[in-house]
């Protein structure tokens, strides 16, 4: 099939693309030029906002290019949602099944970027049900409630500050992370799922019900990390996901067990902060290499 996937920037569509290859799917990235080696699919735009029109034909469509820029917020308030617009138009013209990833881990932080945050996805899941009713596009919603296991998202990046010893403020209330292996999965299902009652329905694909509190300390005891951690005041969000449908009728379960995502992790993240020290080391004009003096040729 001819599958197209938006926001190769984000390591969920990555792990996405890759799956989708190794299956034999023809790929039709939209997102940075530099965030796919060349050979890997065809890239049709690196902005999803100019995403209006696609010469080939297009099957399936997984759009993931959603995000909250806690700096931005109004800007990507209107990114997430005239991407959504744009694909979901190119749905309709291409008569092709769509899956739209939402992570609702993104609702933290201040008031102001959580209600830009919140607004933007209710949008989004509205305008895919109304394209549905309305125009019967084959819109699917897949909500997650915190992707980890990949250099991406506020649990990495606490991760990060962690290991640097830095105190850690606790925004929001309980999660239910799920792998990014487990996310891909249930993507795919959803995906694949032939049912007629589908157009226009979103499913939840929850993982094991923890605090963010909690969460963080279970990482803080594996990086073995000095940093404090506590919860902000202020009214926690709170999330209920129905696992029902993904569970019953999907046949998706996480098979990753949070304890052990955490393990790798927190190695992943030991890593990529080895790394960084290693390049900024080599990058100092003390440690430069000496150019080698000029060899004489025989």
């Known amino acids: 099939m001819k599958v197209l996937v938006t926001g190769t920037s984000h390591p969920l569509a990555q792990s996405l693309a890759e799956s989708l290859r190794a299956q034999g799917h023809e790929l039709f990235l939209v997102g940075p030029r530099s965030a796919f080696p060349s050979g890997q699919g065809v ?9 209006h029109h696609v010469d080939s034909k297009i099957d399936r469509i997984y759009h993931l290019d959603l995000d909250c820029d806690a700096s931005h917020p109004v800007e990507a308030m209107l990114k997430n949602s005239l991407g959504t617009l744009n694909v979901l138009r190119l749905a309709y013209v291409k008569r092709a099944r769509s899956v739209i990833g939402i992570d609702y881990s993104m609702i933290q932080g201040k008031e102001e970027t959580a209600s830009a945050a919140a607004g933007s996805i209710a ?20 909500r997650f409630y915190c992707v980890y296991g990949s250099s991406h998202g506020w649990l990495y990046e606490s991760l990060k500050s962690m290991l640097a010893g830095e105190d850690l403020p606790v925004e929001g ?3 239910f ?3 990014i292996r487990d996310a891909v999965d249930g993507l ?18 929850p993982g ?20 404090k951690i506590w919860q902000e005041k202020g ?12 569970y019953e009728i999907l046949q998706w379960r996480p098979n990753v067990e949070l304890q052990k995502g955490i393990s790798e992790l927190t190695e992943l993240v030991k890593r990529d902060v080895k790394r960084g020290r290693r390049l900024e080391e080599a990058q100092r004009p003390d440690n430069k290499l000496q150019a080698l003096p000029e060899t004489r040729r025989l």
């Open 123 to 142: 949008f989004i899941e509205a305008l895919s049900a109304s394209y549905a009713q309305e125009k019967g596009v084959d819109a699917r919603v897949a």
């Open 208 to 227: 094991q019900k923890v605090s963010r509190e909690e969460l963080l300390k279970t990482a803080r005891k594996m990086l073995a990390s000095s940093s």
């Open 177 to 179: 992370p799920v792998h």
């Open 43 to 51: 890239l049709v735009q690196e902005d999803i906002l100019n995403l």
């Open 188 to 205: 795919m299902k959803l995906m694949e799922y032939e049912g007629s009652e589908m157009k226009g329905r979103a499913v939840d694909f």
């Open 235 to 246: 009214k926690p969000t709170s999330q209920k996901p129905d696992p029902r449908f993904a």
């Open 173 to 175: 209330g309980d999660v």
